[in-house]
């Protein structure tokens, strides 16, 4: 908001300190001396193509999970995971560490999923044998072998 001095100017202090903002045909760009100039319509356009950029990327949010869903199967810590949520209303849970997922139309089923993912890498990891897994697998075996314990 631009104040005023007592002779009735603006204060050139505050002038500047407005947010950006497209009025009529002139463009305010704060820390800069205002200037009317036209806004062309390719930048408008450039503007609108990058917000529709943005709106097609994920809501990405990180939250843990404390249990597998399955009582046979104990976590000994609660496992960090990434839940991404898209505009077509999918959700994808992600457990990066290990590369497992879970896709579904809500988090809950997205959870469940990913769950059932983690579940069926452990049990085919365990039954595999360390000389026949490839770098990757031991590395998750490592990780899922110490956070899930077998009741």
């Known amino acids: 908001m631009t104040t005023f001095l007592a002779d009735g100017t603006p204060d050139p202090r505050t002038r500047h300190r407005e947010a950006p903002h497209i009025t009529g045909i002139t463009w305010d760009v704060p820390g800069e001396v205002m200037r009317d100039e036209p806004i062309a319509r390719s930048d408008l356009d450039d503007f609108a193509g990058r917000v529709e950029v943005l709106m097609e990327r994920a809501v990405k949010w990180t939250t843990q999970i404390r249990d597998l869903g399955e009582e046979a199967y104990l976590l000994q810590e609660p ?42 890498l452990y049990d085919e990891l365990a039954e595999a044998t360390a000389p026949t897994l490839g770098r990757e697998p031991r590395a998750w075996w490592r990780v899922l072998d110490r956070l899930i314990s077998v009741a």
Do not use: T
């Open 79 to 120: 496992i960090q995971i990434v839940v991404e949520e898209y505009r077509d209303q999918s959700v994808v849970a992600r457990f990066p560490e290990v590369e497992a997922f879970g896709e579904g139309h809500s988090e809950p089923e997205a959870l469940a999923n990913l769950k059932l993912a983690i579940l069926d």
